[in-house]
């Protein structure tokens, strides 16, 4: 299971990216795209979407389920991944890439370290 050691991660599968400025970057884990099989469709946040921490961000379609996509800080969603609506198997292929889902600007009400690091995520999926 590939898990880099340079991001942070939500014990839900998502991993997250420290930009600049704020703005982290989500995607799904190898992890999660491994679990869900081929993904078939990818339902994006609209831009400008202000969410809350935990409440949904999008949802994965798979061959085998839907599965929801929740929301691993608050913020505001400032760019999406629009390749994916046209080639959503680039979760599949790339999820650490170029499958990445939407950039979000946080509120700051959630502070990074809330996250789990690429140990910690590990410990998780030994579980």
């Not at 998502?14 to 469709?41: H, K, M, P």
Request: with cysteine; hydrophobic share 40%; aromatic share 6%.
């Amino acid at each position: 299971m590939n898990i880099p050691e340079d991001l942070m991660y939500s014990a839900d599968h998502q991993w997250i990216r420290v930009e600049e400025d704020g703005v982290i970057r989500i995607g799904v884990t190898d992890y999660a795209q491994d679990a869900l099989g081929e993904v078939v469709f990818v339902d994006l946040p609209e831009i400008d979407l202000e969410i809350e921490k935990g409440n949904m961000l999008g949802e994965v379609e798979s061959s085998k389920s839907v599965s929801e996509i929740s929301a691993p800080m608050s913020g505001k969603i400032i760019e999406i991944n629009d390749d994916l609506e046209v080639y959503p198997m680039k979760i599949n292929e790339d999820p650490y890439g170029e499958g990445w889902i939407c950039l979000m600007r946080t509120d700051g009400s959630n502070p990074i370290d809330v996250l789990l690091d690429a140990d910690s995520y590990r410990l998780i999926l030994e579980g």
